[in-house]
């Protein structure tokens, strides 16, 4: 029988008064000068605490023990409040359940944003509550603008550079998708990136093909030569793709069969002493071999 899920947290919050909760961190000076910390300090002058600090009571304990929310605990203590809302945790397991979720992604935020916006929130209260410029907001507002959505699925997840979308929609729908996805084979998703990627983009490919790319920083010559590299790379790329599957086959059959070759001791002796060079070299494939086949380990 499935035994019931224990709760990591109390059902109801709780008000605490900010001098009996004890901080496992100090929230140093250097901190508070962050963008972080100024962002934060904004956002709970606007709207006060949206996510209660996260505290456990100690066995024997009087005071209750921050486990998550120190910014907005030092926070709160400079603004002269003297208590919050908080969640108390059953147990001090050691770790914050913040690490345990992802942060907002780019296009998240860009939703919710517009469905503030939405629901009679004006731009420049949310632009106070973030303590960013107007224009920012406006900006995110239309992140999405030019973008397709294949692209939008692509990356829906992912901590995208704002600027990166904003060079997407300078190319045509098929290019944004290539863009994105070489953006998540690499795993990297700034400005920069898109940025050399549309230096190596088609003329055809761009959203306005009769204007001239520009890009800062490159010559039309050095543009020209990453298109040259870029389609080059394309079909290199293309036919390791369509010849890989056959090559890996090749390969472990090559692998099985020379395994078992050598695991006739007598060859084994034979090759040992007459052609050693050759013997290296079979166990060197049955190895390279058997690096992409652990998985498979079971499989006969």
């Known amino acids: 029988m499935a035994r019931p899920v224990k709760l990591a947290f109390e059902r109801q919050l709780i008000v605490a008064r900010l001098d009996e909760i004890l901080p496992t961190r100090q929230v140093t000076d250097q901190v508070k000068k962050t963008v972080k910390y100024r962002r934060i300090e904004q956002s709970i002058r606007e709207i006060g605490v949206i996510e209660p600090l996260a505290v456990v009571r100690p066995t024997g304990g009087d005071r209750l023990m921050l486990l998550d929310g120190h910014i907005r605990h030092?926070?709160?203590?400079?603004?002269?409040?003297?208590?919050?809302?908080?969640?108390?945790?059953?147990?001090?397991?050691?770790?914050?359940?913040?690490?345990?979720?992802?942060?907002?992604?780019?296009?998240?935020?860009?939703?919710?944003?517009?469905r503030a916006i939405e629901r009679g929130?004006?731009?420049?209260?949310?632009?106070?509550a973030l303590n960013v410029d107007a224009r920012s907001i406006r900006r995110r507002r239309t992140l999405l603008e030019g973008v397709c959505p294949e692209v939008v699925e692509l990356l829906k997840d992912r901590s995208v550079n704002p600027v990166t979308f904003d060079v997407l929609k300078k190319m045509k729908p098929g290019r944004q998708v290539e863009v994105a996805e070489l953006m998540l084979a690499a795993g990297n998703f700034t400005a920069s990136y898109a940025k050399a990627l549309l230096a190596?983009?088609?003329?055809?490919d761009l959203a306005r093909p009769e204007r001239p790319k520009k890009v800062g920083g490159m010559t039309p010559e050095q543009m020209a030569r990453m298109e040259r590299e870029m389609a080059s790379l394309n079909q290199d790329f293309k036919a390791l793709e369509a010849s890989y599957g056959e090559d890996v086959l090749h390969l472990v059959i090559?692998?099985?069969?020379?395994?078992?070759?050598?695991?006739?001791?007598?060859?084994?002796?034979?090759?040992?002493?007459?052609?050693?060079?050759?013997?290296?070299?079979?166990?060197?494939?049955?190895t390279a071999a058997s690096l992409d086949q652990t998985p498979a380990a079971g499989v006969v």
């Not at 050691?94 to 979720?101: D, L, S």
């Open 254 to 286: 090559a692998s099985g069969y020379l395994a078992r070759l050598i695991g006739n001791p007598e060859i084994e002796r034979f090759l040992q002493s007459r052609h050693p060079e050759i013997l290296i070299e079979f166990r060197a494939i049955i």
């Open 74 to 114: 030092a926070v709160l203590l400079d603004l002269g409040e003297t208590e919050t809302r908080c969640l108390l945790a059953r147990d001090d397991e050691g770790f914050t359940y913040n690490k345990r979720i992802n942060r907002l992604a780019t296009i998240q935020e860009h939703y919710m944003i517009v």
């Open 121 to 128: 929130v004006s731009e420049d209260k949310i632009a106070r």
């Open 200 to 204: 190596a983009t088609r003329q055809p």
